[in-house]
């Protein structure tokens, strides 16, 4: 994500930051959006609104003093809500949608403003909007009169004892027992409703959290309904106004804190984004310094703020906005007598944190995606489709991939089933030689020698093909005597192999004896090691094959991540052991360039192994170019 060159002329705050020394904000006006379309080439930027009744709003559009026509139109404030004419104003680059568990859809339009009431969504639009340069989402989904203690408590959240109670963990229900008793276990029908022994009560633990963020997902698998002409979105950043139900009640507000905590970790957790940036705001009746169950909740708002200190893990990336300057002697039970100003001039400062905080990040913060960029060997596309390999080049751009390896796969316009097909994928790799390049697999009923195989190899290569893969063998053991017609005819055209192993395919026993055989029966064919066959790791297999055969090498897609992760630190050291042996690979396909839940496992496990220098570069992408002759290139 790109935050715009304007960035910093164009944001206005009328507060001061929960944390003096997180964000210094300024005072400049925003100015009118420009007439222009969303570029929708690039991800839409998802910023999704939790909360309570702050984050729903009701500031008032029409009226007299304290509505929004009153504060614009003779106040002269929030100009860039209207044009020269007064009317008001409507950008095509932000799109705001908001959902209401038990209404559904209540909005789906271009950022604008139109009747009823508003929350802090139109400041935060704006600003964000003008900071973003991509497509902008704003994503509302919330209720009010909801607790984070109980109606919004999120997964992972335990049962706890106070007093003479245990107080609900999530999806418990009731929220209370007596000590030393088991309430009747709930029964969650599909996150609606909970039965409490016979009677239904209608709540558990958590009900809201997973409406709320069940609203939200509903939106984002429909998204060009949402968000016409959006081909693929990022989650980048959460916004939350709430608080006032915790302070009326003891124990939540003593237990706010840690559950403020548990609900940021697992929003990033549950959209796969652990990189979103999270903003809230304080309530506005709060103030600093005051005890009370109020000052609790406070407290709990401005220690998660990155600059307390109090949580590392938070530093730039997690902000709080004060909101008691801005709230005009309101409260938020009392939803600020409806004064729209409050609401724009919270929605502003928050939507200034998240600015900063993506500005941050981009100038400060190392990239997960190394400088030099990624060789991908293995991915999978329908490359026969016309422009088949157009998603492709733009999920490359997108996580600094630099050059891919496209593996075939038995669908439909993923390998060519006639001529025709043949000529537009032919075309397709032609559009992007030198950057995406492919393998080619024949299955092993389809020839019967290995002379026939050669022959169908052999024009391969000549259309660029530069490997075998992957390769099924389906029902077939590892050294079936049509595997080994595969391998023989590789071996005598020059094409490596990538092979997939599991209970059904290319099947091989404890200690990969069959494998071992193939390598000593074809030693100059080249096989690069798939999926199943990285369970061997622990017995010590995988390390023995790759450091005995010169013609053995393996991919570090997820199946290899996975097994390295469970060897701890070890698996760290026999990446560096066999870093001559091993290629970067995400199994990426036509499944998942258009969703990006990056960086996944794949993308950061390596990085946060601080793994040697050199050792990156070979796993990256010195393996690949020397092993697949290809040249290394600068990242686009």
């Avoid at 293995?378 to 733009?394: E, I, M, P, Q, T």
């Avoid at 999926?531 to 094959?545: A, D, K, P, V």
């Avoid at 005995?548 to 097994?563: E, G, H, I, Q, R």
């Avoid at 393996?623 to 290394?632: D, P, R, V």
Wanted: aromatic share 10%.
């Amino acid at each position: 994500m790109n935050i715009n060159a304007r960035f910093a002329l164009t944001l206005v705050f009328a507060g001061i930051s929960a944390i003096n020394t997180a964000f210094p904000l300024r005072a400049v006006e925003i100015p009118k959006p420009v007439d222009k379309q969303a570029d929708m080439t690039k991800p839409v930027q998802v910023f999704i609104l939790l909360g309570q009744s702050n984050m729903v709003g009701l500031g008032k559009i029409a009226g007299g003093e304290g509505s929004l026509e009153h504060a614009v139109k003779l106040k002269k404030k929030y100009s860039y809500l209207v044009d020269d004419t007064d009317a008001w104003t409507e950008r095509k680059d932000v799109r705001f949608v908001r959902m209401m568990q038990g209404k559904g859809l209540m909005n789906n339009e271009w950022m604008g403003i139109k009747t009823g009431t508003i929350g802090p969504e139109f400041g935060i639009g704006h600003v964000v909007g003008n900071a973003v340069d991509a497509p902008v989402m704003i994503l509302k989904s919330c209720i009010g009169n909801r607790a984070l203690g109980w109606h919004l408590l999120p997964p992972g959240s335990a049962r706890f004892e106070e007093g003479e109670k245990v107080y609900a963990g999530y999806r418990d229900a009731p929220d209370s027992w007596p000590k030393g008793t088991e309430p009747t276990p709930p029964v969650v029908k599909e996150g609606t409703v909970t039965l409490k022994g016979d009677q239904l009560a209608g709540w558990y633990a958590g009900k809201e959290y997973d409406d709320d963020t069940a609203d939200a997902k509903t939106v984002l698998a429909d998204l060009d309904k949402h968000y016409p002409g959006a081909k693929s979105y990022e989650i980048a950043g959460f916004f939350f106004w709430q608080g006032e139900k915790d302070a009326g009640n003891a124990v939540w507000a003593a237990h706010y804190e840690k559950n403020l905590v548990q609900f940021i970790k697992q929003l990033r957790k549950d959209f796969h984004a652990p990189n979103a940036k999270f903003v809230l705001a304080t309530m506005g009746e709060s103030v600093k310094g005051v005890g009370g169950n109020g000052g609790k909740v406070l407290e709990a708002h401005l220690a998660v703020d990155g600059n307390s200190g109090k949580y590392p893990e938070f530093k730039g990336n997690v902000a709080t906005v004060y909101s008691h300057p801005m709230a005009q002697g309101g409260s938020g039970n009392g939803h600020y007598g409806g004064k729209a100003e409050v609401y724009m001039d919270v929605g502003e400062a928050m939507g200034q944190a998240m600015a900063e905080l993506l500005k941050a990040a981009q100038i400060d913060t190392p990239q997960i995606h190394p400088v030099g960029g990624y060789i991908d060997t293995h991915v999978h596309a329908f490359d026969c489709r016309k422009d088949g390999l157009d998603v492709v080049d733009a999920w490359m751009k997108r996580v600094n991939v630099t050059q891919c390896v496209v593996h075939p796969l038995d669908h439909k316009g993923s390998r060519p089933s006639n001529d025709a097909e043949r000529q537009e994928m032919l075309a397709n790799y032609r559009k992007y030689k030198g950057r995406i390049h492919r393998f080619c697999i024949i299955y092993p009923d389809e020839v019967e020698t290995v002379e026939e195989a050669m022959r169908i190899l052999e024009r391969e290569k000549q259309d660029g093909a530069i490997g075998f893969g992957e390769h099924y063998g389906v029902g077939l053991m590892f050294d079936d005597p049509k595997n080994l017609l595969i391998y023989d005819a590789c071996s005598r055209v020059g094409l490596p192999v990538m092979f997939h192993i599991d209970q059904k395919r290319n099947m091989d026993e404890q200690g990969l004896p069959r494998l071992e055989k193939v390598l000593n029966a074809y030693p100059k064919c080249i096989l690069i090691a798939h999926s199943y066959w990285w369970r061997q790791l622990g017995n010590g297999t995988c390390e023995r094959l790759l450091q005995k055969y010169p013609n053995l090498y393996a991919d570090l897609s997820p199946a290899a991540v996975t097994a390295l992760s469970k060897q701890g630190d070890q698996g760290r050291e026999f990446i560096i052991r066999n870093a001559d042996k091993l290629l970067f690979g995400t199994d990426a396909g036509w499944w998942s360039f258009n969703k990006t839940p990056a960086p996944e496992k794949e993308w950061t496990y390596f990085e946060d192994l601080n793994l040697p220098a050199e050792v990156k570069n070979k796993i990256y992408r010195q393996n690949a170019a020397k092993l697949l002759k290809l040249e290394l290139q600068s990242p686009r």
